[in-house]
């Protein structure tokens, strides 16, 4: 017989490397096969529910890395909740109109201004289905677990006939308005924006001093050679002046540079002064803001127009010169103060950004906007009333998707109004939970500065607005035109809108006082896609998914905030009075290590599939659990390689416990607590801690601690430690000693309740995991968490293993410099005396009975008593003296031993050795052993 045989060295199937890439793939499949979703909520069905819901991406090309953390962090709390018991379905969704979608098709050399717009709808439709049936593969692919097969989609025709609902009654209850105001507009676009669709880019502006000639000073001002100076990075809009805008609570001095007199505001004129090179000026005349209201100027070169003063507290001292120009049709300020002064909208622009006949200066007329900026400087300049021209770099806004420059133009749209209820908006996000908790902050103060939401939007693709109009131009929205255009597009889709007449979209027998002769017309413009979203709390319903109402959590990047965090909010309080989220966790963006956005141009981009394919989806999964993904997050290859590196370790201490747990049946082998040895007991206090604080940490969504307080555990606690001196025990001792099982039996433990805590963000490994093991369920996402226990002594034997650990350190420093002198080589070869200070001293008394040589893996150990000899190294909590351990080394377990030799029948063996061979392997004392 070989000695080898005689030890109970650990072997498992586990394979070492996990061949992620094609087995994750395997597993998949059989989670689908198996039913694992639909048999985890069966399991939970009754119990509390817990509904995470899916923020939509929008269905355009593969998944990026951004995707990758969004998905997998909600796959993260669904599995975890569903495992702590919760009911927790997940529906995913789809955001599938708007214009990303009308840009691809004319990549693709489709003209929507040439063809039928419902055959151009439908190719928009199709191409929709073709990008989500990709990302649908893509985030399957991740491990993410959830109801794929009957998804959200904002283009089904029950969602769309639910967002009609939602309209409805958002316009019964009196807001939803029409008018003409000043809106974001894209020329590029040829359409509206939301505030969440504009992003801002640095772009470099005109900065511009033009003075007014004062007309009408109301018996305050000199009318001769007295002027108004305003400041501006827009002359473009200087032909389309209505006003000038003070502020009431200001003062304002009259200044007197050669000849003229200028109008400046006071806190404003040694900044004024210096950019105009006004070396020597007089203050000639103090006003207050509320002298000038009502006084009149000429326009500075379009004769016959005037300008009017106007008060107004949003002007400010911070820049310009303390008095503002006003243009109703380019501004939201300027558009609320010229309608307070009765004037009518002024806003000449077309969809394209070209002048119209409306503009006053007609050499402008079907002129781009910012190609007049250079013609308007030249005629102040002609007329005198030019005093400064620059440029200035400065933050600007930018369509987010064609990323040109947004005006603010003044059309005829569709409004949602949220000062109505902006203060029911404000109380619902009181009631709501933030993580993290400065979302709260962020969110009411967008909502307490908004402005009403323009929901028209100018393009094809989309949910038309379902609204009619009368001969007269009346507007018509009535509870029995929304639900029969409601129950009409549940049927057939929006697309009925544009294949239907108009007489088959009204009720039948539909008459209206404003259509004498039953003549109506129906609107071509579509909702805004932010309506589509945010009206997913009512569509996905409409579908039959199974989601409560209001739901547990939305989850989304910080962007959202503006976008569908906002607009889910306003419909939800709009027509139901709460918000539709219990709870909102917000999300950073996915930045290179060197904290840039990724782009193609920058050659950074890192696509979630080329990962898969080299690493396994695991890889990314552990990512974005050891990240802090509130704030942006760093994402590289090295990054994933060195997670490959924390999987790897991961992987191989689960392999070493199950091969050395092969032969423990938890139902026969088991050793109850009360019986365990202390270093035992122990580790399952440690492991329950560890258990207790992974617990807290799922639950605030911070997975973070998770993967740093498991990884710790793994690589300190156990490799570092406990299993590091196990094989002493685990190889050496008899199969079934009672140190043997005990300490199996821990580890057993902590295979368990370890696969079951990483289960959610290690979905793949831990399920393979947990087919060597002896338990009932056939995977783990069908068990559930493991409880916190109660154990009565845990913190005394915390208390006095943590002292047995600082005596540790001191005898591993002590090894090491035997090593670095020769003295020894490994740690087995040392015989260690030590010299305890009083408080360890105390817990080793306390601990008892419990083989310390074997902890410290050394061949002998003593405690010296009274003063430590000068020859031991003096340390941190005890001394200790280290010699070359005596006697012979036993060909078992590798120690020096003194009795080596000393069983006559097995003369190569130590004593300790000799005993367990007699006992379980009585053939190899006749048969003798190979050399």
Known sequence: MRVKDTLNLGKTKFPMRGNLPKREAEWEKQWEDNKLYERRLKLNEGHERFDLHDGPPFANGNIHMGHALNKITKDIIVRTKNMEGYYAPYIPGWD???????????????????????????????????????????????????????????????????????FGKMYENGYIYQGKKPVYWSWSSESTLAEAEVEYHDVESPSIYISFPVKDGKGKLDEKDTYFLIWTTTPWTIPSNQGIAVNPKFDYSVVKVGDRRYVVGTDRLEAVAKILNWEDYEVVQHLKGTDMEYMVAKHPYIEGRESLLMEAVYVTAEDGTGLVHTASGFGEDDYNTAMRYGFKVLSPMDAKGCFTEEIPDKDLVGKFYTDTNEIVKDKLAAAGNLLHYSTFVHSAAHDWRTKKPVVYRATTQWFASISKFRDQILDQIEKTSFYPSWGKTRLYNMIKDRGDWVISRQRAWGVPLPIFYAEDGTAIVTPETIDHVANLFAKEGSNAWFTHPVEDLLPAGFTSEHSPNGKFTKETDILDVWFDSGTSWAGTRALGADMEYPTSMYLEGSDQYRGWFNSSLITSVATNGVAPYKSILSQGFTLDDKGRKMSKSLGNVIVPNEVIAKMGAEIIRLWVASVDASGDVAVSMDIFRQMSEAYRKIRNTFRFMLANTTDFDPAKNRVAYKDMRSIDKYMEVKLNDLIAESRVSYDSYDFNDVYKSVFKYITNDLSAFYLDFAKDVLYIESKDSFARRSMQTVIYDTVVKLAKILAPILPHTMGEVWQYLKEDEDDVYLANFPEVADYPDADELKANWHEFMKLRDDVLKALEEARNSKLIGKSFEASVTVYPDDEVKQALEAIGDEDFREILIVSDLKFGQGEAPASAQKLDHSSVAVSHAEGEVCPRCRMYRSDVGVDAKLPEFCGRCAKIIETDFPEAVEEGFEN
């Open 96 to 166: 599938t109109h708007g214009l990303p979608i009308e840009q691809q098709l004319t990549k693709q050399g489709v003209d929507r201004k040439t063809m039928d717009r419902a055959a151009y709808r439908e190719l928009c439709r199709q191409f929709a289905m073709e990008q989500i049936e990709k990302q649908r593969t893509d985030f399957k692919r991740l491990g993410v677990i959830g109801d794929w097969k009957h998804p959200y989609i904002t283009l089904l025709p029950e969602f769309e006939a639910a967002e009609v609902r939602v």
